[in-house]
């Protein structure tokens, strides 16, 4: 029987808001898959081989079910502008320096070694609209063991001369190219999906072309949707035929869920979706990614997530580096906590705060659903889990297993150290 146990304190969620936490328990591993948690070995799985890490906590891996590769090089600087000026004045101008590959290995090595690092195991992945940067990404994400889905950026109008697809034509023939060298290069654990900027950077033609492309190949496709006022006014303005902005990928069929070839779409942000906007992501199954970080540094705005949660929506969490300065999954679910309570107490005392579990559930079976049976310890989702060592977020007072994860959630970066990471089985590190 090939598989191990783990054992320490266990925490994990089977829904939003069961939270099982486990004080010593056993966690069993068999063919990549959870055989579930276990306060005693069971006697089927007593010869394989124990991974003993009492004193730990044990965690499912966290999902980051949005980040832009290429944006890691100004995490942390920046957010004195919003969202349109943001574009145009730091993150054009540096999107466009992956033309040269020499820089693209550079930045992409940063990054997919911090990621490997961090508490994240699967995620959804902007690269630029470059083909031979997007493909050095992937080959170097490939290497990890991580699971990712990551996209080449296709942008073809109100975009900067010196980072433009061309025409639709051009934007389409170039993800062609790019999708059949993925499939060239036979892959395991990275695959491609579809990424339209959003809509003020992409014309209809491109988008018509893309939803094509997802449907005839099967991909998933991720993008923004309703992150700031200012950018949904302009979406208004380019498509007038459209009664909300969601619509503008709904009509070329990029927001999931068409039909039996049709993929999954993740829209981030959605801070600000009308009722028809709603929803028409309920009919389509869209993920909606929160980015609490990305909201609040450049003054986007606070998504209403308990409202998505309670109509059954699927939501997630992501950091949006570099809208957000942090790559730290942890932080996403502080933050998405922090956001809503901000919410709730200056905005809407109808729709309460999220709790730390509710936050927590986000990070791993929210955004984990977009990977298949991802983000629980139950048996029968795949072994995606991480070993947390808080030894060194010194207290003298006693902490239960949940305190301790709900600690580790606020506390990472102030001696938290992530001691193992495991995706579908295998161990990391
Ligand atoms: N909308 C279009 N492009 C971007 C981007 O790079 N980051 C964020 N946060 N929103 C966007
Ligand atoms: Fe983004």
Redesign the pocket.
Known sequence: MNGFVLRGAVCYNASPTTFDAREDAYVVCHDGVSAGVFDEIPPDYADLPLVDCAGKLICPGLVDLHV?AP?YTFRGTGADLE?LDW?NTY?FPEEAKYADLSYAHQAYGYFVEDLARSATTRAAIFGTLHVPATMLLMDKLEATGLKTFVGKVNMNRNSPDYLADGTAADSLAATRAWLDGVEARGYSNTRPIITP??TPSCDDELMSGLGRLAHERGLNVQS?LS?NLSEIAWVKELCPWSSCYGQTYARFGLLGDEGPAGGKAIMAHCNYCSDEEVRLLQAHGTYIAHCPQ?NTLISSGMAPIRRYLDLGMNVGLGT?VA?GASLNMFRAVSDAVAVSKLRWRCVDQGLPPLSIQEAFWLATCGGGSFFGRVGSLVAGYEFDALVLDDSGIRTPRHLDAAQRLERFCHLSSEGGRIAHKFVAGCQLF
């Open positions: 832009h944006q969202l574009l993150t900027r959003f923004h992150e990305s949006d809208g």
